[in-house]
């Protein structure tokens, strides 16, 4: 059973691979576009969708065109911003080191927060978008939505924990492709838009005041479309030399790209009447109107799902990485920088696996009511990030001595200044007009996980005290004498074990102790004990009540109170099973008794183990000589 689990472990996740095969990836921008561009440019599929949406809620169709240039120019300022931010630090991974490092860990703390929340919520909007896409193709599976979102976590988490290192050009295909298809779309539907819809006009508000909320609101949820420029902030290691000069140029290059895209099917969408959510994502809604031939309608259809599963698929490894770097600030449980050996950061796989689940399940799978929580996390990034620029700006014009250099710099801070305002525009009208709509769960969600962060940092600098050695070295001192106990229910070969391994370690005293629950047995225990000769005195506790643990636990107790200073080692026969179902027959006592003992002070538990014939059938291994059956090694 052990090896076929360990054959079907390596058909699903890979072979494993050695540490030092591991050869970190440097790329050029053409490839590093495919690479890390598709968070940004899968935006497209549903950025779209929440700037018609918010604009129909409020009656402003016709102002659809306005706002998409004002979603455009946030894109577009964040973009200078951020790849001035990656030129200045290309080995930084994202907007965490930079906040940490300039601004101070409370901040980072605040910051790795929001992108672990926003990361989730990247997941959970991507696969949910995919799942509309996937209702568009095949309506009769509207009602199996959230089965279909679960199906396609449980395939992207299985092929992250396997660590499928990307095909660069599969990667290359997808983005490039989906690239194409939107210019086509776009550039066909500009030469048909006659045929369309008629353009509405914005409507006539009757005050001011409500125009300019609904307007607000529209470019705060189509900036959903700007969530991606960190996550390619956060690509500049694996950029190929001249790191800084290439992760911009990337940076530069995808955001531009994918605003033309939005825009282009923004204004398609004005232009031949798409609606908003509920008919599927705007931008297959606009192929359909557009293209009217069911094969290209397909392509439109596998090229915006591919594109969504490989931005999603591309979230789970930098949460991975950001829970690692938290974790490594103590931050979060240091189990999350441990790797498989297929080199995988399993712990934030399965933590952004499970997190998604949660919030797909809750949600329906339905990305409208999703789409409001997935801003507030990664605009919380953004303006702290840009705040930590504006810190090493100002730092270093007051370092500046060439004339060139203070206006550079100058400049820089000017447009990071102008990237956290904006940001910080769009996170306030985001939290302030979202909030019953789910914004405030995003809220929750990063301050519950500040709070659980700085809670976990406490306990381990607490767990850093204790675990110090003092000055004076008084805590390595060793202890006056060793005491040695075997626990023996049965004198059988696992019990000769236990005491052979016992005599071997030469106790100041050694005795073994059998607890008395039936008189008879015990009696034939004497007796047996007496034929073989062991050589150990044998300790008969009396049970009444049949406890188990009780007695043995006081009589260990009472050696240690008597020699406060002395270690007691005591040994524990132990069964080892080659069947799981195996494990529920034996070693229930036996792990409830050793849970005990480890609280009692200056006492070690050792587990002697013994193979039962089934796990010597699982795992044939040569082993030594029985100690059991040897000459006893203190004669």
Known sequence: MQRFAERLKRIVFGSPIATDSARPETLRTRLALAVFGASILSAVAYGPDALIDALESAHQRGAIPY????????????????????????????????VRDKLGRRWGVITGASLLTDYVFTVAVSIAALTEVVVFAFPHTAHWMRAIALGVLAVMTLANLRGIRDRVRVLVTVWNGFLVVVIAVVVLGWLRRTEGAVPSSPADAPETWPLL?????????????????????????????????????????????????????????????????????????????????????????????AILYAAASAVFRRFSRISSLLAADNFLPRQLTMRNDRLVLRGGILAVAV???????????????????????????????????????????????????????????????AA???????????????????????VVCIVVLVLLMHGIARHY??????????????????PSATHGIVLVAQLHRPALRALAYAKAARHSTLKAVSVQMDRGATAALEKRWTQLEVGVPLVILDSPYRDLVGPVLDYVRTLHRSSPRDAVVVYVPEYLVGRWWEQLLHNRSTARLRAQLLQVPNVVVAAVPWKLESARQAAPVLEPEDPALSPDPST
């Open 67 to 98: 706002m998409a240039a004002g979603v455009v120019g946030i894109m577009l300022l964040l973009g200078a911003a951020y790849a001035s931010q990656v030129s200045a630090f290309p080995n930084e991974r994202g907007d965490y080191g930079l």
């Open 213 to 305: 909320v609904a307007y607000a609101g529209a470019v705060a949820s189509g900036a959903v479309m700007a969530t991606g420029v960190e996550h390619l902030a956060s690509a500049g290691p694996h950029h190929a030399e001249p790191r800084g000069t290439r992760a911009a140029r990337t940076l530069l290059i995808a955001v531009t790209a994918s605003a033309a895209a939005f825009l282009g099917v923004s204004l398609l969408a004005w232009t031949h009447g798409v609606s908003d959510f509920g008919n599927g994502p705007v931008v297959v809604q606009v192929a359909d109107r557009v293209l009217r031939h069911e094969a290209a309608i397909w392509v439109v259809i596998v090229s915006v799902a």
């Open 355 to 417: 997190l998604s689940a949660v919030v797909l399940v809750a949600s329906g799978a339905q990305i409208e009511r999703l789409i409001h929580m997935y801003i507030v996390g990664v605009f919380t990034s953004v303006v702290l990030g840009q705040i930590a620029m504006v810190r090493w700006a100002s730092n270093r014009i007051a370092l500046a001595t060439e004339p060139r250099e203070s206006v550079a710099l100058h400049a820089r801070r000017t447009l990071h200044i």
């Open 420 to 442: 956290g305002v904006v940001a910080s525009a769009v996170l306030i009208v985001t939290a302030t007009f979202n909030f019953a709509n789910g914004a405030w769960i995003a």
């Open 461 to 478: 600098a607490k767990v850093r005290a204790d675990l110090a050695v003092p000055a004076d070295g008084h805590a390595t001192a060793l």
